[in-house]
């Protein structure tokens, strides 16, 4: 028996000014595209915005349903709408921000295992590490280098092909 561990590491900033210039433009523009979710249910409205290696930004609010289950997280709208605006372009980051009600200071929006998923769908298909970049809580924001360190043992497509 071998014990292994499993090591991830993350940056924590103390504000949005102290991000590098890309990302602090890229977590504004999350923080725009919160403004769009349409919550009515959860009162939880979140803001997502994909960068691509062209340069391009992506956004995506949460969309709900009278039917819950049927709405959609804002990681996923943005990422499969930038799959489908940018097909083949390899997505260099994602920020995500929340604001609960109408409040407009932004907490935490750690991603549900759903859009975890769908996030490393993309690093495994272009073979590059996607920074994800979130609140932590109020005035930390957090910077990972991959989306595998948000998702250990992801599975992907080399196990459906026996790989
Ligand atoms: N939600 C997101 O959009 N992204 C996340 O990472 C977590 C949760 C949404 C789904 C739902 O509309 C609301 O937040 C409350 O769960």
Redesign the pocket.
């Known amino acids: 028996m071998q014990k292994i561990q499993l090591t991830s590491s993350y940056e924590e900033y103390n504000s949005l000014n102290e991000l590098p210039a890309e990302y602090k433009s890229l977590m504004l523009e999350a923080h725009d595209a919160a403004k769009t979710?349409y919550?009515p249910?959860?009162v939880?409205h979140?803001g997502?915005a994909v960068l691509l290696a062209n340069g391009k930004i992506i956004k995506g609010?949460?969309?709900?349903n009278a039917a819950y289950p049927s709405?959609l997280?804002?990681?996923r709208v943005a990422v499969f709408a930038s799959s489908v605006q940018y097909p083949g372009v390899k997505i260099k980051a994602i920020a995500?921000t929340?604001m609960p009600g109408n409040m407009e200071v932004p907490v935490m929006?750690?991603?549900?295992g759903a859009?975890r998923q769908v996030m490393v769908e993309y690093e495994h298909l272009y073979h590059q590490d996607i920074k994800f970049i979130m609140y932590g809580s109020v005035n930390k924001i957090i910077v990972l280098d991959s989306i595998k360190a948000l998702l250990p043992f992801s599975f992907n497509s080399d196990q459906l092909s026996g790989k």
């Open positions: 979710a919550a249910y959860s939880f979140v997502a609010s949460n969309q709900e709405g997280c804002a990681e995500v929340a929006a750690s991603p549900c859009c």
